[in-house]
């Protein structure tokens, strides 16, 4: 065999391995596409968990009762019955007003140390505050003691 033919066999030899290689890497590369493609789904770890639970036991299905009695089937009604009045639906109508401050109840002051430790603040919790609403009614909030 001459040179140059040997110099070509070598040449066809590396460019197929060189194309084999190629082809290798791509299959790898699908391969790891899958892959992150199912542990970002959770596929294959859901599949293996549900591997490990037994599936649970299906109802038995009732048989069918055949109808009985004479009276066909047919569409129920009522007589309509209007409300009692048309005044509001209850709750609280909106805005609520505070008729005067003097009304409030507090609990007993509490004295409550700063964060640093070095001065004290003497505090009183709301205790009850009265408001009236909209429509007049009084409503009274009531409320537990932060301090203690």
């Not at 899958?34 to 549900?50: A, F, K, P, V, Y």
């Amino acid at each position: 065999m001459a040179l140059g033919d040997e110099r070509r066999a070598s040449g066809r030899t590396n460019a197929a391995e060189r194309q084999a290689i190629g082809k290798n890497n791509a299959a790898e590369r699908r391969a790891i596409q899958t892959n992150n493609t199912n542990e970002r789904r959770g596929s294959s770890i859901q599949d293996d968990l549900n591997s490990l639970i037994r599936p649970e036991k299906q109802a038995a299905q009732l048989r069918t009762v055949e109808p009985r009695g004479s009276l066909p089937a047919q569409r129920g009604s009522a007589p309509y019955v209007a409300p009692k009045s048309a005044a509001t639906g209850g709750g609280i109508a909106s805005p609520l007003v505070e008729p005067t401050a003097t009304t409030r109840e507090y609990f007993p002051s509490a004295m409550i140390p700063t964060t640093d430790g070095l001065a004290w603040a003497r505090f009183k919790s709301v205790k009850k505050v009265n408001m009236t609403d909209a429509n007049g009614a009084e409503v009274v909030f009531e409320y537990k003691n932060a301090l203690e």
